[in-house]
T-cell receptor, first 110, second 115 residues
Framework: DAKTTQPTSMDCAEGRAANLPCNHS???????VYWYRQIHSQGPQYIIH???NNETNEMASLIITEDRKSSTLILPHATLRDTAVYYC???????????FGKGTLLTVNP | GAVVSQHPSWVICKSGTSVKIECRSL??????MFWYRQFPKQSLMLMAT?????????EQGVEKDKFLINHASLTLSTLTVTSAHPEDSSFYIC???????????FGDGTRLSIL
């Protein structure tokens, strides 16, 4: 699976949009981009995933660049409960293994 | 949505004892489940892949005789930490995909403390 690079930490004001970047320059054509988050002392929570097109669900939006070498997870209105470590993971859809990097610690401040 | 349940959520035991952790898929069948371990301030590390009806596949460096995995049914996988020692203290997390094209669903983890 392709390796990803994320900033170690980010801060965001409550109510504002949080934009979390991820670089995956070695991504293959059949690899999906997945985002999970882990709130302290809990198991990871699935957020969103995509292949080529931008995606949106009730939690977030995923913007994937045209060359697919990077993506951005957008939390439109961050709340204090969104404080967590966010993981960007790239994997082939049929390969179930997930390889977690260090992720980005997002801290939402009041 | 699909739910994965882990039990117990927290366990403390003496050094040398064995501890069993259960991972259940509550509303779907899982032929494959995954076991991860997470030390403080570190990321999740995959330990092994649990396969229903066959032997588990262990990642490099994980002792299969120490971390026994059993996947006897399509909804249950167990991880037994045998002869646990303080260095085995960690956060153990399981996951399972509900089907081929769906994301993995994670349990809430088991915090294991060996005294």
């Amino acid at each position: 699976d392709a390796k990803t690079t994320q900033p170690t930490s980010m801060d965001c004001a409550e109510g504002r949009a949080a934009n979390l970047p991820c670089n995956h320059s070695t991504i293959s054509g059949n690899e999906y981009v997945y985002w999970y988050r882990q709130i302290h002392s809990q198991g990871p929570q699935y957020i969103i995933h995509g292949l080529k097109n931008n995606e949106t669900n009730e939690m977030a939006s995923l913007i994937i660049t045209e060359d697919r070498k990077s993506s951005t997870l957008i939390l439109p209105h961050a709340t204090l409960r969104d404080t967590a470590v966010y993981y960007c993971i790239v994997r082939v859809g049929s390969n179930y293994k997930l390889t977690f990097g260090k992720g980005t610690l997002l801290t939402v401040n009041p | 949505g699909a739910v994965v349940s882990q039990h117990p959520s927290w366990v403390i035991c003496k050094s040398g004892t064995s501890v069993k952790i259960e991972c259940r898929s509550l509303d779907f069948q899982a032929t494959t489940m995954f076991w991860y371990r997470q030390f403080p301030k570190q990321s999740l590390m995959l330990m092994a892949t649990s396969n229903e009806g066959s032997k588990a596949t262990y990642e490099q460096g994980v002792e299969k005789d120490k971390f026994l995995i059993n996947h006897a049914s399509l909804t249950l996988s167990t991880l037994t930490v045998t002869s646990a020692h303080p260095e085995d203290s960690s956060f153990y997390i399981c996951s399972a995909p509900s089907n081929r094209d769906q994301p993995q669903h994670f349990g809430d983890g088991t915090r294991l403390s060996i005294l």
